[in-house]
């Protein structure tokens, strides 16, 4: 999956715009946090620096990502009332 560039990706450390490229997890927790939140792993290409950027308010992951989240919500609480009911 290739996401590109965004247009408004700007480096927070050096302040150029379009040096931002997408970087590769290294960890399993960066793999973590790239899976249950919306921040993309960056490296800028002109200074160096590597971090976490929510470049994009909404995208199909992002929809994606809340639905998932919240048909895991009424599962749960459909799971729990059914616990309930069998213990009332
Ligand atoms: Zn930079």
Redesign the pocket.
């Known amino acids: 999956m290739t996401l590109g560039n965004p247009p408004y990706s700007k480096?927070?450390?050096?302040?150029?715009e379009n040096?931002?490229r997408n970087s590769h997890t290294q960890s399993i927790s960066e793999k973590i946090i790239r899976t249950i939140t919306w921040y993309e792993l960056f490296r800028?290409?002109?200074?160096?620096?590597r971090g976490w950027k929510s470049n994009y308010l909404l995208s199909v992951r992002t929809v994606k990502k809340i639905f998932f989240y919240l048909l895991l919500m009424i599962l749960a609480s459909v799971i729990v009332f059914n616990i309930l009911k069998m213990v009332i």
């Open positions: 480096c927070p450390s050096c302040k150029s040096t931002l800028c290409s002109k200074c160096g620096w």
